[in-house]
């Protein structure tokens, strides 16, 4: 801290002038742009929580049109109103869509918008990577979805098996539209999960320690962690999927060593936590708004913190039921039964976290309660199908039959869609400033919940009287005529109800503005200003409840005068504080990036890579690829780590804090930290992959020409190499930081030349043994991982030169050195990804 | 919220009503209709399942009812914290170690001696090749239909030479996935003599829909002999049909042993007459399917592997068609 604050005199919140002028300083710098390109740049949560909330949207009903299409055609036995071809298409888009399009981008969608509200923070820690999230999932959508207008969308079911989809003599351009198009939403949704962690993890109030943070923000960070970690492993899949497709390398070819289950495996151990990814965050809406109708404090908090941790560790537990029936051993089907079974048990503690808040406290009947309620009913039926395909015995006879269809909907309806309605009617004043119709939205309630049960109630009797999935047709003599047109009925009705949400939805401009908090919530997001401001929160309050406007004195209005922190833009910057993790000190006043094309444009050469490659352009896509990496290194070089104007600033109340912070304390180095966890996640998928084909083959490695592996003396070389780039770039850091920047330039120059070495070296090994990896798939995962590290060496090449060009172009000191200390972190991975390729490909052989 | 309960109530009765109305409009392929004990044992912990789901789904919709409408401080703190910790932790936990352990003894599949029938079958892009491996006796092979002596334990050894099928016959077993690389074990003994139907359960590509087969459970007596008549080569006499099938190149992937060249691809026709159902599990053995089939698989099965003959005449499709049949 500096002396400045001798001088300091803090502005008089009780003069109306002083008030005004700080208002019209935050309304200038949080203004947004205009014109009809400019608009689009913005990246303000505020309005791109809106886009990303209505694409999603749009995604989700044109998913429930391929519905009803699909329902129209099975209505009847032995319809012929669309080809199978069409019907394969149909189902696996519409299950695809709801799952990466609709249900996991909604809840970041709705956090995106909800989350600094939450937090009384101004914005999101990094505005801008927002709005790349949300044009890579735009033009990604459009990408995957369109496909179908074309008769090219993948066919393959939402799970995508091989070997029926990676043979490309029985699968087409569907299958590369699904694996690359997803893969880049994927990418889109790790994105904005780091951003979600490090906004609950840093962006809170003062005063917010972890146990006083509304139970949404919770389960923001319980369910980004989830994608953290059940994303990467599909990605690596995905990965593996492609150079299968593309260049022949066998990975799931049974002929050539490869095993189609080991994809099976990737898939579910995302597949299964993705179904609590989309589930709780619900739950945390419940947990928001049931305290508000039952007008007293959550019951058990803690229990439900605890809970909500609870499901998600064991969520990544029992992905193998979905395997139930490939014929995994016995013992292992017995476990996994029971972890599945477990599940139930945080869930039902959930659950009755609200049957007990709502038994104690004063139960105002309300529209959006009335959604939370049916939902809950619903889901707890799926719930207890959910229970009944968990033991293995019933699942033989359920599994993949309308059974499975009839719980799995109960569950995503029950689970996401009512909750999404209920949030809708409930958050609605809080986005545009007016309700919703309370008779439409019942009506629409009532509607859909009959025709939700008319759908899928029979649905479990069609798949036990032996209705498989994904049939595009069923003989007459099954019996199940009557069952199927029920349930197609039932498609319509839940169809009008949501059309007339829809209306509710069409009509709302022009209903009269609703009062602020109609509600009476005790949350900090109700704090909401009724004229829209864009600048968040007026001041940033010091929180000492759960449910400060509840309990807080004068809450509001402190807040609205200013009387609490940083009520002021003095330096016409957007601004926001930055706490400590635990228990939310003051440590950073972040200056947040301001609207910016760098984005967007970010985003379309990404998604170029993406597309152009499905389309086997590859010199297209590789120059791309170089545009994409232009447009990082640019977004960076202009808009992040910048030295500030002064080392600290006032926040009020006599604290003063720095304006740049490195090192742990820095939301920068938290999210290098947090996108390297799912980069190392992905990589052992792989390495995962290495160890599954060693345990299905007595010889791994085989022998024989062009199957031996990289032998021992490449990749040790590799492997020293990369420890010296990586001791060159910690010495880096610790020289520099002590003041020697000649020492830490010259450093860096070291460990560039070590770890572009590494990457030579480590390629040399499979390459002067002459591993071919389309015959074999043991040479096929050596090139992987040899490649995976050569990939990420080179990237960390970048990094360093880009860290000394920093330096030597002033923009980085030994005080300001976020750049080399955010690139250490990457480093620390890099040699970790190091150790573990070359000892498994060059050391493994020799022990196995 | 009064609605809401009666209305489930009204669900549930009426689903309880139906069951057995249900089971008996569809006896042949059904896991409420199980014509072996696998199916048998499974549709008993089926029963116990829904039931328990019933009465946890109907005391639950109770309980929120409740909890909706008690005044306010009803329930205090510390008795809320004792309804979670109950009803929401304990109770739940019991109840489903109690699930585990009764469930548990199904996952144990039977014990197969050595002189057991073992099957193998083949799921392939879409149909069932069919291998009958006795003790002591040569392998037979047929296509789309599968008998089982009553009775005894058989072994199927369940494979794929393409993508991923999964066998299932409701009334017999659980379904077990054909993987391509691996071979997985099935042991089912049937109970109940009678003609039912399976069906792939794995989605496998275009024609998964159309992928079904009949399964024929005889007596032991009636299958040894049904096995040795399977085993003769096909009588066949020249005949026109006999012509036209050769010189349209069929024998190039169906085998009719005895006559022609050993062909594996496509179905073994041997005793073809002799089946139920053609394309596999898809129309009755008439003379008028058969001869639109050979003509035009496509039009019954899409995705089907066999090619189209359009330039095939009415006439000599009909030829084919009683050849065909005449192979019992």
Sequence with gaps: MTTESAQYVAPDQNDPAVRKGQEDRLREVWKAPTGWFFRWTDVNNNRIGVWYTLTAFGFMLFAGVLALIMRTQLAVPNNDLVTANTFNQLFTLHGSMMMFLFAVPMFEAVSIILLPQLLGARDLPFPRLSGFGYWSFLIGGVFVSGSIFFDAAPDGGWFMYPPLTTRTDLSGLGADIWMLGLSFIEVSSVAAAVELIVGVLKCRPPGMRLNLMPLYAWYILVVAVMILFAFPPLIAGDVLFEMERLLNWPFFNAEKGGDPLLWQHLFWIFGHPEVYIVFLPSIALFAMLIPTFAQRHLLGYPWIVLAAVGTAFLSFGLWVHHMFTTGLPKISLAFFAAASEAVAIPTGVQIFVFIATLWAGNVKKSTPLLYASGSLAVFVIGGLTGVMVAVAPFDWQAHDTYFVVAHLHYVLIGGTLLPLFAGLYYYWPLVTGKKLSDRLGRIAFWIMFVGMNLTFFPMHLSGLLGMPRRVFTYPEELGIGGLNLASTIGSYMFALGVVIVCIDLALSPRRPKAPRNPWNAGTLEWLAHPDDEDWGIRSVPLIESRYPIWDQKNFVQKVDEGRFFLPDAEEMRRESIVTSVLDARPVQVIRLGTPSVKPMMTAVALAGVFILTTYHLYIWSAVSGVATLACVLWWLWTGTAEIPEKPTKHIGHGIEVPLYTSGPSAPGWWAMFITMMADATAFSGLVFGYFFFWTIHNDFPPSGVGLNGPGVFWPMVALALTLAGWAATVGAREVHRRGNVGAGRALLVVGIVATLASLFAGLAGPWSSGLDPELHVYPAIVWTLAIWTAVHAAIGVIMQAYTLARSLAGKMTPVYDADLRNITVYHHFLALTGIVTFCTIGLFPGVA | ?328
Aim: charged share 15%; glycine share 12%; proline share 7%.
């Design chain 2, 1 to 328: 919220m009064v609605g809401k309960v009666m209305m489930r109530k009204a669900i549930f009765l009426s689903v309880g009503a139906c069951l057995p109305l249900l089971a008996a409009c569809n006896q042949h392929q059904s896991t409420l209709a199980p014509f072996g004990e696998e199916a048998d044992k499974v549709l008993s912990i089926t029963i116990v399942l829904v039931i328990g789901a019933i009465i946890l789904a109907g005391g639950l919709a109770l309980l929120m009812r409740h909890a909706m409408r008690a005044p306010e401080g009803r329930l205090t703190h510390k008795g809320g914290m004792k309804l979670v910790l109950w009803l929401g932790g304990i109770g739940p936990s019991i109840l489903l170690l109690g699930l585990l352990l009764y469930a548990l003894p199904a996952m144990r599949p039977r014990e197969v001696a050595n002189n057991d029938l073992r099957i193998g079958v083949e799921g392939e892009q879409f149909w069932w090749r069919v291998r009958y491996a006795p003790p002591g006796g040569s392998v037979v092979e047929t296509a789309n239909e599968l008998r089982l002596p009553v009775g005894r334990t058989v072994e199927l050894l369940l494979r794929s030479p393409d993508v991923i099928h999964s066998f299932w016959v409701p009334g017999l077993a659980g379904k077990m996935d054909m993987i391509p690389g691996r071979t997985n074990r099935l042991v089912v003994r049937a109970t109940k003599a009678g003609t039912y139907r399976g069906v792939c359960a794995e989605f496998c590509g275009l024609g998964h829909a159309l992928m079904a087969f009949d399964v024929i459970a005889m007596e032991p007596a009636a299958f040894e002999r049904w096995l040795a008549e399977q085993r003769k080569p096909a009588i066949v006499t020249a005949s026109p049909g006999a012509r036209a099938f050769a010189s349209y190149g069929c024998s190039g992937c169906h085998s009719v042993r005895g006559v022609g060249p050993v062909a594996k691809i496509g179905p073994d026709l041997t005793h073809f007459g002799s089946r139920p159902t053609l394309a596999a599990g898809v129309l009755p053995m008439t003379h008028a399917n058969i001869a639109g089939f050979v003509r035009e698989p496509g039009k019954t099965k899409p995705g089907v592997r066999m090619p189209a003959f359009p330039q095939m005449s009415a006439a000599e499709a009909d030829q084919i068609a009683s050849y065909l049949q005449g192979l019992k």
